[in-house]
């Protein structure tokens, strides 16, 4: 029985692992948080710092494969473990590539795939010669996650909020779509291709609304999407699962926003709406198995569960009853025991054939579920 | 958060809790085997014997509630935690009903439910005086499981292979088909009734060769079976899972063989094939949650995965990649260190609209994948 281990115990991990129970295989997780979402359900939890080498590499030396949640560990020791034998999904190399904005934009214009145009930063000050390159987009090369080591900067005033560390700034696109498209590639090549998905924000509160699946574009559009993804996961030479978040502008062209080399939030939906969801496909992946069928079973969406504003401690959920009461609902909650605003404590998949029927679960989710802190419920 | 026990940590348990982790429940286990296939994937595991009184007294009394893997279960102990204010899924009342063949046939006879007609039996000897009852099925009251403890007795030089002990004896039902009904019922007594499916026997071996969902049965049987299988579990008086088994004969006939108060092997097709799952379900009646749609989604086969004849020892998958390599199989593996003959290791479920693509894969399955003992495996 092969031994894998994930780096990192959240949700994603938490998912892996709900799907690695069909399989035969011994799972380790290497986290610092013993309460995390993931540390109940593997074999073997290993209290430990993904970010450090002698953690990461001692967790690793005796495992057969190791993939991870989140892209900040320590590639150093997937290196030195990657060339003892041990099988990292994705590699380290990959790994490299993504975890660096820099590096990663370079990689898309080396290879000649669609991405907002760019200049790079090495501090705050070299913004100045970039006035007129406005509107752009000011991100990290490294540190950022989840919206955060990122800033717009829409005219020559806001120059003084951008970083003052080697950063990508972006020419702001004018985007017509945000899509996702989630595609699996195993050791001799293959690839599954998810139905791309659809985000869709709340312009007031420039947050994800909810998600779409499949995703509404053309069919040229769509072609053009699954080219360009399959391009990136092709160049990175690693087997794994990758999300690629994509841009359609106003004029219909397509462009890569960035990549996750891992199960990703917008594919949360396969696990109900799917076939073989993402959490299935990389375990077959990493088993050496044949590659599930991603195609979609019925129409999805999906809700990420925040953390509502103002509350911060032990997590208390409001509205579960309401919620599961409608048809077609299927809730995952994380099980992390405290909340913070906009935290993500869990997430709903709906399924419908009708898209009204879709949205308007989605917006009633919205509504009635929240997750307050129990401070604040004992005294409202 | 309510802490919820499961009593046996076998693949039921182990879906069980594949299914927790998608809601706020601390999960906790008692078992005797610690490398039992749910062992790893609770909060909580605990060693002890879910027969003794005190084992289960002490495992439970901290808890909200209780649920079982097997009927198999000391019932004192449950009834004990019933009064302190436990609650237990299914209720100890029901629960001592079904467990005694005896009772549970005086209960479907009281309850004016169809069930085939039947003698008591206190001793082997007291069959002389039911010869022309014959041919007919003798069944232990208690102590009988997947197939031990029943003997067929279809003429009188059999009588002698009958039981020495309290048991029933049911007139034989000359049966066109097998079905199971699976209910969920919460503490409201409201239900959601899953399809009917369908069992396909193999007549040489005489075991389960698959399994059909929905069943193929006319409409005008499907409520009859609907409407007996619904009274069954409204007289039963308990919130729980319930799997009715029913033998339909060759004139039509609607008749109960036996009830499991439990998550059952006759819904694992659930899992995928159906909107809520059987486990998602009875977490959903724990939780006192909305219950969920037990529509199904797509047809579905069922195969159960067992042990080869002649192999006993560590278990050895063979034919995982032929049969992971047909589209929409989903493969379960309960991660049991031993194999035996006929032993449940695993099951397959298949996805597919077309009927002859489920018969298809289910006989390829039965071909391809075996479960070997690890010594076997190196001597052929």
Not at 57 to 73: A, C, M, Q, R, W
Not at 179 to 195: D, R
Request: charged fraction near 25%.
């Amino acid at each position: 029985m092969l031994k894998i281990g994930i780096l990192g115990g959240g949700q994603l991990g938490r998912m892996l692992l709900q799907a690695a129970a069909n399989y035969p295989v011994e799972t380790l997780v290497l986290e610092n948080d013993t309460e995390c979402p993931a540390a109940h359900l593997c074999h073997h939890f290993v209290k430990g710092d993904i970010r450090n080498f002698n953690d990461v590499y001692n967790f690793g030396k005796t495992l057969d494969g190791i993939t991870i949640e989140i892209e900040s560990v320590n590639v150093e020791a997937l290196e030195k473990l990657e060339n003892e034998g041990v099988k990292i999904y994705p590699r380290p190399s990959a790994l490299r590539i993504i975890r660096d904005k820099i590096l990663q934009k370079q990689f898309y214009k080396e290879n000649e795939i669609p991405s907002p145009v760019f200049r790079i930063t090495e501090k705050k000050d070299d913004l100045k010669k970039f006035y007129d390159f406005l509107p752009a987009v000011h991100k990290k090369a490294s540190g950022g996650y989840d919206g955060r080591g990122v800033q717009v900067l829409s005219e020559e005033k806001d120059l003084h909020l951008g970083f003052d560390q080697p950063s990508v700034l972006e020419k702001k696109v004018d985007i017509h779509k945000e899509i996702s498209q989630i595609i699996a590639i195993n050791a001799s090549g293959q690839t599954a291709l998810y139905p791309a998905v659809e985000m869709i924000f709340n312009q007031t509160l420039n947050q994800l609304d909810y998600q779409l699946s499949p995703a509404e574009i053309p069919q040229h559009t769509s072609w053009r999407v699954e080219a360009i993804a399959l391009k990136v996961v092709k160049e990175l030479k690693s087997p794994g699962i990758f999300a690629v978040e994509i841009f359609i502008d106003k004029n219909g062209d397509v462009l890569v926003n960035e990549t996750a080399p891992r199960v990703h939030n917008s594919g949360h939906h396969t696990i109900e709406a799917n076939f073989s969801s993402q959490f299935d496909m990389l375990w077959r992946v990493m088993l050496d198995y044949p590659l599930g069928n991603p195609k979609h079973i019925v129409h999805a969406a999906m809700v990420n569960l925040t953390g509502s504003e103002g509350n911060s401690g032990n997590a208390v959920y409001e509205g579960i009853d309401e919620i599961l009461k409608m048809e077609n609902i299927f809730l995952h909650l994380y099980g992390k025991k405290e909340t913070r605003p906009g935290r993500k404590m869990g997430h709903i998949t709906i399924l419908s054939p009708e898209k009204s029927d879709l949205v308007y679960k989605a917006k009633i989710i919205k509504q009635k579920f929240r997750i307050i802190s129990h401070q604040s419920q004992i005294t409202v």
